[in-house]
């Protein structure tokens, strides 16, 4: 089974170079993935060759290794969802502002190497390749539109925003122009040139949404909302579970009343007398503040550092290797989440958390320790940066290319309930920050299938029962539950509309993780062992929630 994975991940790699460098594997850092509906075909047909060849293998009968098995039921998992996408015509329509080929085709230049003069030829001949790549993301839009496969305008609007930033048209510096600014000398003229090429093709992909694409998917009247079926579709790719949708929906409201509770006592802790609201804005103006781009990328570098020394030892067990993670600050122009980028096969590349500034200067702090726990350490960090590690036992298929959002997300949002358990919390303001993470993911379960499933709201609850989900209820509940940065959780609200149950998969991940780890400690009683269940968990590689639930509690 791990031949046949490694083999698929070599084979995917060479037809999707952008997936390969987001993975680690730089062998095709000079190209960029061909987006046209050909090139898709392309990719599914060797999707589907090796499920057959799986389905072969399996028929066999042949002995396996614990390995092979987890190798095998997330490869046939990881397939089978991404061929449902691909079959309904998922990439036909991939206009989100986050994730989809507008971003990843400019994104993919700002993570390379560029250290050598050859790291310098890759990066030139990628660049070169940045028209041509926009270029197929536009013939595959237009082919959508040929059949009535649109996303909705909403996601149009915001992306056609991005691309117009990125080209500069706002009056900021080009994208592709501040990254060659740092190159050597010598290469200059040549990457200039190249830069003014690929702003082009950003402006041209932007006319294309703004006149075309935009247009027709409004007079085609597409919803935000996608439905139940396509829904589900969406569950399947990101969260690897056959979703129960009244469940999930149950869930969110549980965890949202739980947390609700807890953050009133928190709030009190505060500022006597305070709302939750009152709370973060009373943390926002007189709270801990950091001032300046720089000093807040040093304090987010430090907080992922001490967080190493204290738990290496104690609840993991980190090798070397894992001990280089970096903070930095995304590029301007993007979503507003902060992100991780996991370091490459090698680890010449070192795992990078990304803050994104939006322009400001200054940093209350209470909500971004929590946040930094999630994407650095113990959260991201330690997951992806480990399957790394563990590549030569598992496959590359599972250290990288067979990552499943939901147990990704799960790990990173469970290393933040950890952190609250091991007392990093104890300051009022920080755990404030923590309760507000943690109900905004319980309000991403509720509006996230609300919206697109248009539920109808209990008709228990405070906040317009009985009525059905819409967008605008979705934001109302949004700005009065989940925080008090405006910016962002306008940028959630427009992601959870365009990737359709990504956003759930934090909470459905963790409510997973947790499970796994009380049954592992009902069965082995007085012998569990902290450090070792994690230890062990982060080393098999993923799997889909579905197979990790099982898998958890036999550790």
């Known amino acids: 089974m791990r031949v046949l994975a490694d083999r698929y991940t070599v084979e995917l790699f060479a037809l999707d170079p952008i997936l390969a460098t987001f993975n680690g594997n730089a062998d095709h850092d000079d190209r960029l993935t061909d987006f046209s509906p050909v090139a898709g075909a392309e990719r599914a047909g060797l999707r589907r060759r090796t499920l057959r060849e799986l389905d072969t293998l399996t028929q066999r009968g042949e002995p396996l290794d614990a390995f092979d098995v987890l190798a095998g039921r997330l490869l046939r998992e990881r397939l089978e969802a991404e061929l449902a996408f691909h079959d309904h015509g998922e990439e036909l329509r991939a206009v989100s502002h986050m994730g989809s080929p507008a971003q990843i085709i400019k994104a993919v230049l700002g993570i390379q190497a560029t250290t050598t003069d050859d790291d310098w030829e890759a990066f030139a001949g990628r660049l070169a390749a940045v028209p041509a790549a926009y270029a197929s993301y536009r013939e595959s839009l237009a082919y959508g539109m040929m059949q009535e496969l649109y996303a909705a305008p909403r996601q149009v609007a915001v992306v056609a925003e991005q691309l117009g930033s990125w080209a500069g048209l706002d009056g900021e510096i080009p994208y592709f122009a501040a990254l060659v600014s740092q190159a050597p000398e010598r290469w200059q003229r040549q990457l200039r040139r190249l830069a003014d ?14 006149d075309q694409y935009g247009p027709a998917a409004e007079d085609a009247g597409t919803r935000d909302a996608v439905g139940v079926e396509r829904y589900l579709h969406h569950a399947r790719y990101w969260n690897g579970i056959d979703l129960d949708l009244d469940d999930a929906y149950a869930y969110g409201w549980e965890e949202f009343s739980r947390i609700d509770a807890e953050m009133a006592q928190e709030a009190e802790r505060v500022l006597a007398g305070a709302s939750p609201l009152e709370a973060m804005h009373h943390l926002d103006r007189y709270g801990h503040v950091i001032n300046g781009q720089g000093a807040m990328r040093r304090w987010l570098q430090d ?3 001490e967080a190493m020394d204290a738990l290496d030892g104690t609840c993991v067990d980190l090798d070397p290797l894992l001990r280089r993670v970096e903070s930095r600050l995304a590029p301007p122009g993007g979503a507003s989440a902060a992100y991780y980028t996991p370091p490459s096969d090698d680890f010449s590349r070192p795992g990078c958390t990304w803050f994104p500034t939006q322009g400001r200067d200054r940093f209350p702090t209470w909500e971004h320790v929590s946040t930094w726990y999630h994407e650095g350490v113990p959260g991201h960090h330690l997951q992806l940066a480990q399957w790394r590690l563990m590549a030569s036992e598992l496959s590359r298929y599972q250290a990288s290319l067979g990552e499943v959002s939901a147990n990704v997300e799960g790990w990173a949002l469970y290393a933040e309930r950890l952190m609250d358990e091991l007392g990093f919390f104890g300051d009022p303001g920080r755990r404030m920050g923590f309760l507000v993470g943690q109900q905004l993911r319980a309000v991403r379960v509720i509006i996230d299938i609300g919206m697109h499933c248009e539920l109808v709201i209990p008709p228990g609850q405070r906040f317009h029962p009985g009525e059905r989900w819409t967008p605008e209820l979705g ?13 962002a959780l306008e940028s959630e609200l427009v992601r959870y509309l365009g990737e359709p149950a990504q956003a759930i998969g934090y909470k459905l991940g963790e409510r997973v993780w947790l499970a796994g780890r009380e049954e592992a400690r009902r069965r082995r009683g007085a012998s569990f062992d902290l450090k070792a269940w994690h230890m062990a968990a982060l080393s098999q590689g993923c799997l889909g929630l579905d197979d990790l639930a099982e898998e958890l509690a036999r550790l």
């Open 303 to 305: 907080l992922m550092d």
């Open 197 to 210: 090429q690929a702003g082009d093709a950003l402006a041209a992909t932007q006319r294309f949404l703004l």
């Open 475 to 487: 934001r109302e509940f949004l700005f009065a539950h989940a925080g008090s940065d405006q910016q």
